[in-house]
């Protein structure tokens, strides 16, 4: 993690530290609108100062035996994501070079030696691997403050699934976090946050532990699970057969995700033309695009999944497969006529 992204995450916890950071002041604007960004980019510069000096005073770092670093109230990722085979390039990299950007955790009170926690798990579980210990700064941080902290950790990683966040927002609420910490730690407004805990509410855990994190599969079709889900009633028994196939459990978790829509998905009585219609392209457990029919016209998205020599390779095809469509067609129109008569 690059120096710059490690100030973004020191944000919330250096405001009220008691160091001011001089700024020139803003010019006077009209605008009610101008004048709260110029403060939010004021605010900014302040704590990024602040966050520069804290990472330049080596008193405030201190190394830990992992041992002693125990895991977040709330847990944010599925199984698997601090397995060694998820961290081979961090671990290479804190091998060759050390753990150059430090952690964060907080004292755990009543259990004297012993901290918590709030970002760096990914170092922390590299720190493990490599029998090192881990580097971090301790701050005293409420629960309300190491949770907003440890969102905005995985808001500079952009990379947790959607589904995960739901999962984290649910984990929050479940735990007794108030509805604006957990827009808070995840950054977003109480519409999304509601539509998260409304879609995590959905499925069981035992069927999203099996799905996994699907790294791939955005909030739309998990929405769409969602809907198909509520809609049939033995959904849950389907899924947890779908899962339990051995077919199945070696696909990525983005193929199981698949494998379980096309299970719990009615079959399609609508015509192909109604609108706002959405059809999955799968093979083999993998979605390889999704069809979405409309009024303004039919449209074809191929999958992250799909390499771009495939792509070419049907574009190459498509010219012959529709001149074979053509000729399908006149064929059985030809047949309806002589059938007709």
């Given at each position: 993690m690059s120096?710059?992204?490690?100030?973004?995450?020191?944000?919330?916890?250096?405001?009220?530290?008691?160091?001011?950071?001089?700024?020139?002041?803003?010019?006077?604007?009209?605008?009610?609108?101008?004048?709260?960004?110029?403060?939010?980019?004021?605010?900014?510069?302040?704590?990024?100062?602040?966050?520069?000096?804290?990472?330049?005073?080596?008193?405030?770092?201190?190394?830990?035996?992992?041992?002693?670093v125990l895991p977040s109230q709330i847990r944010d990722r599925f199984d698997g994501a601090y397995e060694a085979d998820r961290l081979q390039d961090l671990v290479q990299s804190m091998r060759e070079h050390g753990q150059t950007t430090p952690g964060l955790v907080r004292p755990i009170d009543g259990e004297g030696g012993k901290f918590q926690i709030v970002f760096g798990r990914r170092r922390l579980a590299a720190a493990k691997l490599l029998g090192i210990k881990f580097r971090a700064i301790v701050r005293d941080l409420s629960d309300e403050q190491a949770i907003v902290i440890q969102g905005e950790e995985n808001a500079n990683r952009d990379d947790l699934s959607f589904i995960e966040k739901c999962v984290f927002a649910l984990s929050q609420e479940e735990a007794g976090f108030k509805r604006e910490v957990i827009c808070a730690s995840l950054a977003t407004g109480k519409s999304h946050v509601s539509e998260m805990l409304q879609v995590a509410r959905s499925f069981p855990k035992a069927v999203l532990a099996?799905?996994?994190?699907?790294?791939?599969?955005?909030?739309?079709?998990?929405?769409?699970?969602?809907?198909?889900?509520?809609?049939?009633?033995?959904?849950?028994?389907?899924?947890?057969?779908?899962?339990?196939?051995?077919?199945v459990q070696p696909l990525s978790s983005d193929s199981r995700f698949a494998a379980v829509l096309s299970a719990v998905s009615p079959a399609n009585k609508a015509s192909p033309h109604a609108a706002d219609l959405v059809q999955d392209v799968v093979s083999k457990g993998l979605t390889l695009a999704v069809v979405n029919y409309a009024k303004s016209g039919t449209k074809l998205t191929f999958t992250k999944a799909v390499p771009d020599d495939f792509v070419q390779y049907l574009l190459s095809r498509i010219e012959g497969l529709h001149e074979e469509y053509l000729g399908k067609s006149h064929k059985a129109e030809s047949q309806s006529k002589r059938e007709a008569r």
């Open positions: 120096r710059k992204d490690s100030k973004g995450m020191f944000a919330n916890l250096l405001v009220g530290l008691g160091q001011e950071a001089s700024t020139p002041p803003l010019a006077t604007s009209p605008s009610p609108h101008l004048l709260k960004v110029a403060a939010g980019v004021r605010q900014l510069q302040e704590r990024g100062e602040l966050a520069d000096k804290l990472l330049r005073n080596a008193d405030h770092i201190i190394e830990l035996d992992v041992d002693v099996g799905i996994g994190a699907a790294p791939e599969t955005g909030r739309r079709r998990w929405v769409q699970l969602a809907e198909r889900w509520s809609a049939n009633a033995d959904a849950a028994g389907i899924a947890e057969r779908v899962l339990a196939e051995p077919d």
